[in-house]
C-alpha cells in the first residue's frame, strides 16, 4: 500500500465489485479500510467460484487486499450500534445497499450527517438516488445491455456481447475513488464532509465517449464492427503465418509507413486510401488487399518492422502470455506475498505510481471477521469482556472468546 492517505479511515459497507474495487483502491494508496461483512457468509464474491485456489474465491482475492474484516450483524440493533460507532470515526463510508434498506437501520447520510459533519459519505447503485428507479438493483451485465456496450460489441453480423470483465462496476468502482478525493480535498477547505451519488448507468453511458457524442451530434445508431473501429481503418487483427498481429493506424503518415513496411507503396497514393475518412468508407476495399498481404508474413518479424518505424501494433496474447511479456515483468505487474491459507498471494500491482508515496506489498484478503476484536478493542475501545459478550450475542462474529490471549 501506499502512504498517499495513510490517516483516512474507510468504513466499507459494500459488496461484489464496485465497493469494493473503490475501496481496494483506496487501501492500496494507504487508507485504513475497515470491510464490514455480514457474519458468517460474508461479502457474495467469496462464494463465486470457480476459479479457486485452497477453496478460496479468487474473484473475492481479487478485490479485497488492503483491508480489515469486521464481521457485524446489522440486522441486529447492537449491530448497527456499532456500525455508527465506528461512522461517527470514520473519513469515508462507501455503500450500495438500497434507500430502503438504509432508511430501515438509520444508516443514511442524512442519518450518519449530523453526528459526523466531515464525513464522506459514497452511494453506488445501479441506476442513482432519488427517483422511482433507486430501489431497482443493478448489475453489469444489465447495465452492459440497457447502456448500449453490448450493441456495440460483438462480430457485426453476429450476437450483441459483453466485455469480458464487469468493466462497468470496476469504472463506477474508480469514478467513487474519484469523487471521494476530490471531496477529501475539498473538506480540506470547507471542514465539511458531503453525499456522493454515484451510478452504474451514469459510467456506462460516460463511458460511450465518442460514440455517444457520434450519436448525440448525428442521431445516427452506432453498428458492432467486431474488432474494427468506426472511425479508424486499418484498425483490427490481421492473421499472419504464426499468429495475429493487432494493427492501430492511426493517422495518414502511420499509414504510408505501413504501406511501405509492407511492400505495397502504392497503396498509400490510391486516392480511395490516402486519407483516414477514404479508407474508413472504403474499408471493405482496402482490408482484404491487406488481409491478404500479413497472411504470409511472419508475426514478430513483422512487429520490430512496424515498431522501428512507430506503427502502433501488437500480438494477440492470452492471459497468461500477457503476464509473461516483457512489459509485464519491466513493470513488476504481479505482486507476490506469502499466504499460510493459499500459499501465495498474487495480484496485479497498483497501476497509480507516484513517486513521493511508494507502494509497500499489499496485505492479503482478510477472512471473514478476521480483524473483528482488534478493531472494536482499538477503534471503539471496548473492553475484550465486551467484545467476547457481543461475540456470545452473535452479534459480531470473529475470533472466539475461548482463544482470546
Known sequence: MSVALNGIKVLDLSRVLAGPWATMTLGDLGADVLKIEQPGTGDDTRTWMPPAVE???????????????????????EGRDLIIELAKKSDVLIENFRPASLKKFKLTYD???????????????????????????????????????????????????????????LISGMNAVQAILAALFMRERTGKGQWLDISLTDSAMFMLANVASGHLNTGREALRYGNAHPSIVPYQLFDCVDGRIA????????????????????????????????????????????????????????????????VPAGELRTVGQAFASDVAILRDTVVSV????????????????????????????????????????????????????????????????????
Request: hydrophobic share 35%; aromatic share 6%; with cysteine.
Open 55 to 77: 477453496g478460496v474465491s479468487t474473484y473475492y482475492l481479487g478485490a479485497n487486499r488492503n483491508k480489515k474484516s469486521v464481521a457485524i450483524d446489522i440486522g441486529k440493533p
Open 338 to 405: 506469502p499466504s499460510e491459507r493459499i500459499g501465495t498471494f498474487r495480484s496485479v500491482r497498483s497501476p497509480l505510481r507516484m513517486s513521493e508515496s511508494p507502494f509497500a506489498p499489499p496485505t492479503l484478503p482478510p477472512e471473514v471477521g478476521e480483524h473483528t476484536r482488534q478493531v472494536l478493542q482499538a477503534e471503539l475501545d471496548l473492553s475484550a469482556d465486551r467484545v467476547d459478550q457481543l461475540l456470545e450475542m452473535g452479534v459480531v462474529a470473529g475470533i472466539p472468546a475461548t482463544t482470546r490471549k
Open 247 to 310: 494493427l492501430a493506424v492511426g493517422n495518414d503518415e502511420q499509414f504510408r509507413r505501413f504501406c511501405k513496411i509492407i511492400g505495397l507503396p502504392d497503396l498509400a497514393m490510391d486516392e480511395r486510401f490516402v486519407t483516414n475518412k477514404g479508407r474508413t468508407e472504403a474499408r471493405d476495399e482496402l482490408l482484404p488487399i491487406i488481409e491478404d498481404k500479413l497472411r504470409d508474413r511472419k508475426l514478430h518479424e513483422l512487429l520490430a518492422e512496424l515498431r522501428a518505424v512507430g
Open 111 to 169: 442519518d450518519l450527517k449530523d453526528i459526523n459533519p466531515r464525513l464522506i459519505y459514497c452511494s453506488i447503485s445501479g441506476y442513482g438516488r432519488g427517483h422511482e428507479l433507486e430501489e431497482r438493483p443493478g448489475y453489469d451485465f444489465i447495465i452492459q445491455a440497457e447502456s448500449g456496450f453490448m450493441s456495440i460489441t460483438g462480430e457485426k453480423d453476429g450476437e450483441p456481447m459483453r466485455l469480458g470483465v464487469a468493466f462497468i462496476d
